[in-house]
């Protein structure tokens, strides 16, 4: 029995042996399946995730395209609002340009209009000196003229009015050099004649001896000798009537010296000297008075000088030739 009992002890583990086997298979097959269902549902876990995290990545995606295309749309406004002010911009400058010419204009024809304002008023002042130096004999008011017409042409900055100013210049020294002008020196003449007329001697003494004959010297408290000829003197009467005459005739002779009538200046200084030669006896005072009103008639009465009125002519020549142009 002893002998027998390894043998069935080996039979018995042989029997035992597929059973551990299969046991060792289960185990295994079922330690493969449960570890198989671990993975698988590890798997299914990272499949959810996968799939969670591709929807996010999707909603993320989703929400970058509606961005991009929002900031396409942003970015399509702002092209359009670029060139919507790029076309303003422009426009702006092709305004500022307009105004920019028209401005230009404008200062051009204010500049145009002043100087032509000037000039007009220049040669106003011209005329005026003028019709004061030859209608009035107004040589002072003739020189403040024209000193305002040079005044006038002074602020104009044209370079073809340089001309003018030198030949108004010239002129203005003309008139300088006429002093106070013909006429007031003629006037200042026939005053003194006027004063002169009172000191003429009414008894002139011979020449000779000096001294009256004795008969007219005992005769002189009751009657007074006048010679007799076509200068004999006037009664008192006659004589106060021919002194009125002979200031009416200077008064005429003034008034036409005033308004340069040279035909009725000499017939008053004829007539003047008329009446002198009757109200005086000749002497060497009333020859020298009739002398002086001679050479009063051989005096011009307007100013003798190349140069005066030239301004106005030469004023007028450039504005006609302006004109024609």
Do not use: C
């Not at 000037?118 to 008011?141: C, F, I, K, N, S």
Request: proline content about 5%; cysteine-free.
């Amino acid at each position: 029995m002893d002998e027998v009992s390894p043998v069935a002890a080996r039979v018995r583990w042989r029997a035992l042996l597929p059973l551990l086997l299969v046991l060792l298979l289960g185990g295994a097959a079922w330690y493969g399946w449960h570890d198989w269902q671990a993975r698988r549902q590890q798997a299914q876990e990272r499949a959810i995730e996968d799939a969670r995290q591709i929807d996010a990545l999707g909603q993320r995606l989703d929400t970058l395209r509606a961005d991009l295309r929002a900031q396409g749309r942003l970015l399509q406004d702002a092209a359009a609002s670029n060139r919507v002010l790029r076309d303003e911009v422009l426009g702006l400058g092709q305004r500022n340009a307009l105004l920019e010419e028209s401005v230009a204009r404008l200062d051009a024809r204010a500049r145009q209009g002043h100087q032509a304002l000037r000039l007009d008023e220049a040669e106003l002042l011209l005329v005026l000196g003028a019709q004061r130096l030859h209608v009035a004999g107004d040589v002072d008011g003739a020189r403040r003229a024209y000193a305002l017409a040079s005044t006038m042409l002074e602020g104009l900055e044209d370079p073809g009015l340089l001309n003018l100013r030198q030949t108004l210049a010239a002129e203005r020294a003309a008139l300088d050099a006429l002093g106070p002008g013909p006429r007031v020196a003629l006037a200042r003449r026939l005053d003194a004649v006027a004063e002169a007329l009172p000191s003429l001697p009414l008894d002139v003494v011979p020449s000779g001896d000096g001294r009256r004959p004795l008969w007219q010297r005992l005769l002189a408290p009751l009657l007074e000798v006048r010679p007799a000829g076509s200068h004999a003197l006037m009664g008192e009467a006659e004589r106060r009537q021919g002194e009125d005459a002979l200031q009416v005739e200077l008064t005429l002779a003034r008034a036409a010296l005033e308004r340069g009538d040279v035909d009725g200046f000499h017939t008053a200084l004829n007539r003047s000297a008329m009446w002198i030669a009757r109200l005086w006896p000749d002497s060497p005072e009333s020859r020298k008075v009739r002398q002086e009103l001679d050479d009063m008639r051989e005096a011009p009465l307007q100013p003798q000088s190349p140069l005066v009125d030239s301004t106005l002519l030469q004023l007028r020549a450039l504005r006609e030739g302006k004109e024609a142009r």
